[in-house]
């Protein structure tokens, strides 16, 4: 039963039944799912956005990212993140792995991207988002999860995933 919509998700109750046979009702997060770009400037260089994040009311450096849209793939989804928040279009973007956010309360499930041979356009912001492009070395961007200034879980993914798998 879904008691709750937005444009972004829906939270429903459900009665499951578990794996010994007995049932629960559970409450859940119905998310479309989304993408994550890591945008590959140079071999050792990415972008990363700074954005506002109002649901905690800080700054987060980021990989470019978003839900995807009803009736759309996720590679035409990536493409069109990259662009609306980096301000940059890819000549190749490649699929990397999918994760899932919080398996335990949500549906969301993020595809991963590595976009390449990038070049600059024009940024096509949502009026409330307030966003930072800045060019970071991978050793910088992995000294920035060390110490704290990158604290966002996709963007962590994303940067070991492709320091590990493609630097």
Excluded: C
């Excluded at 279009?89 to 969301?108: L, Q, Y």
Aim: net charge positive; glycine share 6%; aromatic share 12%.
């Amino acid at each position: 039963m879904q008691f709750y919509n937005s444009k972004i998700f829906s939270v429903s109750l459900e009665l499951v039944k578990l794996p010994n046979g007995k049932r629960r009702m559970i409450s859940k997060i119905i998310h479309r799912g989304g993408v994550v770009i890591v945008p590959v400037i140079d071999h050792d260089t990415i972008l990363l956005i700074r954005q506002y994040r109002f649901v905690i009311g800080k700054w987060l450096y980021e990989l470019p990212a978003g839900r995807i849209e009803p009736n759309e793939n996720a590679m035409k989804q990536a493409r069109r993140e990259l662009l609306e928040e980096a301000g940059y279009s890819a000549r190749s973007m490649k699929f990397a792995f999918k994760s899932w956010t919080t398996p335990g309360m949500s549906t969301e499930l993020l595809n991963y991207f590595v976009a390449t041979g990038l070049e600059k356009r024009k940024q096509h912001l949502e009026p409330d988002e307030f966003i930072r492009v800045e060019k970071v070395k991978l050793a910088d961007a992995i000294n920035m999860i060390k110490t704290g200034k990158i604290i966002d879980a996709k963007t962590i993914q994303g940067i070991f995933f492709y320091s590990k798998f493609y630097a």
